[in-house]
């Protein structure tokens, strides 16, 4: 099999996600993926994390930006400057994988997504539930054991600062809307606050206009709690349930799966498999090669992003009407 090149990125800003996440990804991918320079706005992150790759630190991002050895943007971290580096990274035309500390609206993903049209520029949101081990497994048992999902139920947990563009609840949605290949077109409340910080819903996805897949409609319930202690946002995977046509997939995890068909339960321990952060950035690599994998795009963001705001109003007008 033909190696694929190694692919020269620069790094912008480094966030909560950095430690655990992206740093042990890109030293286990530096046949894949070579860190050449990293910014950060606190100089001696960026000076420790550039140490740890071998990488240069930088201390402005204009000279980040031009830079003739970077073929790609890892944007991790931007703070109050996301509307002006997405112009910027738009105009020099260079692919930019997306993390998920950048807050975006949807009107600023929708210009920017507008923008990486016209420049035919490959942007590729951090989406990391859709690409867990045990997602993956479960598509697979999908294909060749287990037939189409037919209901969803969910259990996750949110952050106190609440409904962020890439936390828990997006990640979730996104990977709904992946799976089902369907749209969500309804949402019922059955519970808010009991216990307090807590909600239950359920959501009903329809197929999309033309789409040949079974006309009825899917549910998924959505069960969320809250708990109060800031940390990284979205970090721990969600339980999430399965019931298909031959059986069910219960996930409690990233690595870990029970399913069961015609009366057996098998259970799996995917310890071996890639992370969903080497899945996603190896994807991103091959895309800054001119491949054309499949890849989440800005697309795909400014719709989870737009569920979980259709979410966020329905509590919040489920909360109004209980308090008249």
Partial sequence: MRQL?????????LGADWQNRYLPSLQQMQQRLRVVAVHDDVAIRAVTAAELLNAAPILGIRELLER????????????WRADWLAHQLA???LPVFVGREVRLSVDQVQSWHHQS???GVSIVPDLPLRFLPTILRLRELIATQLGPIESISACIQLEEDEWWPLGSLTNVL???????????TDIEVKSHDDPPGSARLFLTYAKRPGSKSNSADISAELK???????????????????????????????????WTTDGQTKQESLQSDRSATEVLLDLFARRVIGGLIPTPDLNDLMQA????????????????????
């Fill in 68 to 79: 003739r050895d970077v073929r790609g943007f890892l944007l991790l971290g931007a703070n």
């Fill in 305 to 324: 992003i737009k569920d979980a705001n259709t979410v966020r109003d329905t509590l919040a007008e489920r909360r109004i009407n209980t308090n008249r």
């Fill in 117 to 119: 049209d016209e420049e």
């Fill in 5 to 13: 090149p190694v692919v020269n990125v620069g790094v912008i800003g």
């Fill in 224 to 258: 969320i709690s809250r708990h109060w202690d800031r940390g990284t946002p979205g970090t721990s995977p969600p339980s999430i349930e399965f019931a298909c046509e031959h059986g069910t997939v219960a996930i409690g995890g990233s690595r870990d799966l029970h």
């Fill in 91 to 93: 105009q020099r035309g």
């Fill in 174 to 184: 996104d990977c709904c809307r992946a799976l089902l290949n369907r749209r969500l």
